[in-house]
């Protein structure tokens, strides 16, 4: 991600990456399918024509945050059907989000399972990003599993490195080993079409995938490749959120998504 029971539309977790900061959007209403027992309604201010299995086919949504959102109300975020939050915490070696810790904080209170994510510099060691992660996400144990953001930054004015992909691949195990040595559960990878192909992401094996994907199914668009997070917009609009929304998916039921979240709870510290 850089940062519903909706029926429609990180990132990631721009995806997850780097975002202009909001703007007004000019919404566009439209009808999602019934899920359980209540019709949820859901906004976006640029709505994709899917075919085939479509977003609000899968029952638990959830979005993913950063500073660009601005404060957020995260009380009315739950009651709008959110199911879960990722929330940008930390870039390269020396950058945290200024909103991170409002966040973090925010969206416990309001009762959504929320977990942080990391965005990938390719000008610092992954050593060292590691270290400012873990410098600055509490070790919570019932957070959602923490998240690798890795893709190409074009807007970045500090570092335009495009490493080789093999040399990507040893730099995100070096992140990944450390952070899930420190929290006790294995990160989630957030990967772009683009990046994920040019890099050979598919060589990454033992991780869950957080992809995104606003104008097909991940199945299209990552052949073969298992998920566990879908991200289906970068334009929804969300009650509670300033702007323009990232929404995602959970793969599977409410039922998969309560054993999921419970297999991720560890005994924690601070």
């Known amino acids: 991600m850089r940062g519903v029971f909706l029926f429609v539309s990180m990132a990631f977790l721009a995806s997850c990456g780097a975002r202009e900061a909001p703007q007004k959007p000019q919404k566009i209403t439209y009808q999602a399918a019934t ?13 994709y024509e899917w075919t085939g299995r479509k977003p609000w086919n899968y029952p638990v949504h959830g979005i993913d945050v950063a500073r660009y959102q601005n404060e957020i109300d995260w009380r009315q975020v739950r009651r709008s059907g959110v199911s879960f939050a990722y929330i940008k915490a930390t870039e390269g070696g020396d950058h945290l989000d200024e ?3 409002e966040n973090w904080r925010g ?3 309001a009762g959504i399972p929320r977990g942080a994510y990391h965005f990938y510099y390719f000008c610092r060691p992954a050593s060292e990003q590691a270290r400012w992660f873990i410098r600055n996400v509490p070790r919570d144990g019932s957070a959602l599993p923490p998240v690798l953001d890795i893709e190409w930054n074009h807007r970045s004015p500090t570092c335009d490195l495009r490493p080789e992909p093999r040399v990507i691949r040893a730099e995100m195990r070096v992140f990944l080993k450390r952070i899930a040595s420190h ?23 033992g991780y869950e995938f957080w992809l995104r994907s606003v104008a097909d199914h991940p199945s299209e668009k990552y052949p073969g490749r298992g998920w566990a997070f879908w991200q ?17 998916v959970f793969r599977g039921s409410r039922e998969a998504w309560q054993a999921w979240v419970a297999g991720n709870i560890v005994s924690s510290e601070g």
């Open 99 to 101: 909103r991170f810790k």
């Open 107 to 109: 969206a416990k209170r």
């Open 232 to 248: 289906y917009t970068g334009t929804g609009v969300v009650p509670g959120v300033e702007g323009r929304a990232d929404i995602n």
């Open 183 to 205: 929290y006790g559960k294995r990160p989630v990878i957030y990967a772009t079409p683009e990046f994920y192909h040019t890099n050979e992401l598919w060589r990454v094996r």
């Open 35 to 47: 899920m359980a027992s209540s019709n949820h309604r859901f906004e976006d201010t640029d709505p």
